[in-house]
């Protein structure tokens, strides 16, 4: 994520508040649907049949297209209730998801620990061998793999780049979070207790056992998934069920609790690479600060997210069964992975079923 001292500048994006955007509606009592694995067929359930608000559709749609979105999906109980297209993208296109594949991550991670190949709470070094960073041994063996995991390895998070030499020792591991792209080290970590490259693993293992398609793209130091908006949509579909696609259980409901909880103490906002809605309090990406509330005080506060650069999002709502897509460029001229976007969105999508 591009470094920027705009970053303060976001702190009146959180500041505003709906009139009670976590008022409960019913939740549908339907059974979960899950898409085949193959082919392009997906249930759908129309506003009507929810009791929705018709009239909040197009105000929806209009501040999406304004905002220059790509793809707008919501899901509500798997089926498919908004799937719009906008600026030329379609169904077939694929985007790339930014910061929002760190959850990606967070998952096959978790399933590499039920397969026995890892624990993340062994120290990084186990894995891939010292040396990794510029700290000393005593200092390097202090970061685990959960540490990774929770943004908390300790390391300089002044650069995104991952070799040796820019992993710089700032404080001890667990005492400091902050944003940084050292978390792609698990995918080091997992490829060498796998025995295999990380895609291999990922597309065995992950994204043909949900029939997602998309593929990794190696940009620098940053690794990127890109997908169709319906891969991404089957990805927060497996995440509202707990790791669940029908009767498989891909990744175990212990580590799926434990990813979308708070990680530890100093950023409450955040678990394992997700993002979590609703907390006391948060930390913003290249902030030290901690900003009192919700992070986004317009949705629901047991929604949890992944967020990527130039608002790639998907919000996950287990009260409501819902799951929320949107790619697209920027909302506006700040690339961060959260934004006023996020809160005027949430006004938009509330105002159908409030």
């Not at 300790?154 to 902050?178: E, F, N, Q």
Request: aromatic share 12%.
């Amino acid at each position: 994520m591009t470094k920027t001292i705009c970053i303060i500048l976001t702190i009146f994006a959180f500041a505003g508040c709906s009139s009670d955007p976590n008022e409960q509606t019913p939740t549908p009592t339907e059974s979960m649907y899950f898409p085949p694995l193959t082919g392009n067929t997906w249930e759908t359930k129309s506003v009507a049949d929810l009791k929705w608000n018709q009239a909040a559709v197009q105000p929806l749609l209009d501040y999406l297209e304004l905002k220059h979105s790509k793809s707008f999906i919501i899901l509500i109980n798997g089926r498919i209730v908004m799937e719009n297209y906008f600026n030329g993208h379609s169904a077939t296109t694929n985007w790339y998801w930014a910061s929002a594949g760190k959850t990606l991550t967070s998952t096959i991670t978790g399933i590499a620990q039920q397969e026995n190949l890892i624990n993340i709470n062994n120290k990084v070094s186990q894995y891939i061998g010292t040396g990794w960073t510029s700290e000393t041994l005593t200092q390097e063996n202090l970061i685990t793999c959960k540490n990774l995991l929770t943004m908390t390895s300790g390391l300089d998070d002044s650069t995104d780049d991952v070799d040796p030499a820019s992993l710089i020792y700032k404080a001890d591991a667990g005492t400091r979070w902050a944003y940084h792209n050292v978390y792609v080290k698990l995918q080091d970590v997992i490829a060498k207790a796998s025995g295999q490259t990380w895609q291999n693993y990922f597309n065995a293992k992950l994204r043909d056992k949900i029939g997602m398609e998309g593929n990794w793209v190696q940009l620098g130091a940053n690794s990127v998934y890109t997908s169709t908006s319906r891969s991404m949509a089957r990805f927060g579909l497996l995440m509202l069920n707990k790791g669940k696609w029908e009767n498989n259980q891909i990744l175990n409901e212990a580590y799926f609790n434990e990813a979308t909880t708070t990680s530890q103490n100093i950023n409450l906002g955040y678990g394992y690479l997700w993002w979590l809605n609703g907390k006391a309090s948060y930390h913003l990406p290249q902030s030290q600060l901690t900003f009192q509330g919700s992070i986004i005080p317009t949705a629901p506060n047991d929604m949890f997210m992944a967020l990527g650069k130039n608002d790639q999002k998907i919000y996950i709502v287990p009260s409501k069964n819902m799951v929320i897509i949107r790619m697209g460029d920027a909302a506006d001229n700040v690339n961060l992975a959260l934004s006023d976007f996020d809160k005027t969105l949430w006004e938009k999508i509330s105002a159908l079923y409030q």
